[in-house]
């Protein structure tokens, strides 16, 4: 049985977690999906791109990352002083892209992807600014391609949103939704609502490893924008500016406004809102984040904690909602590897 080669490109956090799932679980890949996994191309920024084409030796390259050694000291192996390079240079059948890309330009990332759909090689990422940035030009060269680009992970992590929108909706037209995409955020207002000080929640939500050090992009917004730009680009076919997205965050939010919010059994959410004037993301669009009190009696009352919502408008469904935990690497790495999965089941025939 033939092997489906994987590069991995990005080998923090997200990577080393599909690194190690792989590891674990790739040998039951062929008799489950079909088609066995090896992953023949690993790079991150520090070491380059490692590349064997007989498949690298996962377990050796985890070691040597925890242990800080560059992962490029493997025997047999072929080295590029960038992932760049090295995928130019090299073939697979997939590329996973799990860098972190800044939202000024969305590279290297986009760089990464461009070069594997050009190639007809599919795409799975969980990296989202260049998936908010160009997410309808990669899909639609993709499309062209005849290629998969997958992006589950982008989007309330684990939790199942852009497959079920765009495939377990298949054929119905999206009118337009609305959520709570950020679970640290979610997790703060909760803790303000029971009484605690914006600067004491979020201090405990940097506690347990939620919140970064610098929580900019979560409280002021930034990465529930990135999410309703992919929402958009994805589900309904419209790439959005970032500039097309109202945004404001929660840091001037007092404790009282969000027990205000909360004392008639509604709660303050920081609520993304998606909508278009025509069906299926035609006209004018309405896109913005923004805190909100939420009603009793709206299903968003009930999202409370480091919990993600999307309730989707579609035609001639009506109303869908997911409702999941958004937050953490082993999330985003399962949004990823089933990902992987499904993409392994269309080559192998078994989908
Ligand atoms: N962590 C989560 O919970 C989560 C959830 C959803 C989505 N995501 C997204 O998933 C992606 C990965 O997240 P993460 O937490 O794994 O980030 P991370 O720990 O910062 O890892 C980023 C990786 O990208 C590599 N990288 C950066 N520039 C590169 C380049 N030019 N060429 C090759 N590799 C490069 C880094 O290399 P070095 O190791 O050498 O620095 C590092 O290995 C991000 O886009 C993030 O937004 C993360």
């Not at 799932?21 to 066995?36: E, H, M, P, S, T």
């Not at 965050?249 to 919010?261: K, W």
Request: include cysteine; hydrophobic fraction near 45%; proline fraction near 5%.
């Amino acid at each position: 049985m033939s092997q489906l080669r994987v590069w991995l490109v990005g080998f923090g956090v997200v990577g080393r977690w599909v690194a190690s799932a792989l590891d674990a679980q790739g040998g039951q890949f062929a008799a489950r999906y079909g088609r066995a996994v090896t992953v023949v191309g690993i790079g991150n920024a520090r070491d380059g791109f490692s590349y064997d084409p007989n498949g690298l030796d996962l377990s050796a390259m985890l070691t040597a990352a925890a242990r800080g050694r560059p992962i490029s000291e493997q025997g047999g192996a072929r080295v590029w002083p960038s992932a760049i390079e090295g995928l130019r240079a090299t073939d697979a059948d997939l590329l996973v892209e799990v860098t972190a890309s800044p939202s000024a330009g969305g590279e290297p990332g986009l760089s990464h992807m461009r070069e594997a759909l050009q190639r007809r090689i599919p795409v799975v990422t969980s990296n989202k600014w260049p998936v908010a940035l160009r997410g309808a030009d990669l899909a639609a060269l993709a499309r062209r391609q005849g290629v998969a680009f997958r992006a589950e992970s982008t989007v309330m992590s684990g939790t199942p949103v852009l497959s079920t929108l765009t495939e377990g909706l298949a054929g119905s037209v999206p009118l337009g939704l609305r959520g709570v995409l950020n679970a640290t955020v979610n997790r703060i207002l909760s803790q303000m609502a029971d009484g605690l000080s914006y600067a004491e929640a979020l201090a405990e939500a940097q506690r347990v490893g939620l919140a970064e050090p610098d929580p900019a992009a979560d409280v002021e917004g930034h990465d529930t924008v990135a999410k309703v730009m992919i929402l958009s680009a994805l589900v309904f076919g419209r790439q959005l500016r970032r500039e097309q997205v109202t945004c404001s965050g929660i840091a001037g939010i007092t404790g009282e406004q969000a027990r205000q919010a909360a004392s008639d059994g509604g709660r303050l959410s920081h609520v993304a809102t998606l909508a278009f004037s025509g069906p299926g993301g035609t006209g004018n669009v309405t896109a913005r984040v923004q805190p909100q009190a939420v009603p009793a009696d709206d299903l968003l009352a009930r999202v409370d904690g480091a919990t993600n919502a999307l309730v989707c408008q579609a035609s001639p469904v009506g109303e869908v909602t997911i409702i999941g935990p958004g937050a953490g690497p082993q999330l985003a790495g399962q949004g990823v590897l089933s990902d992987i999965i499904a993409v392994v089941r269309q080559h192998s025939g078994n989908s």
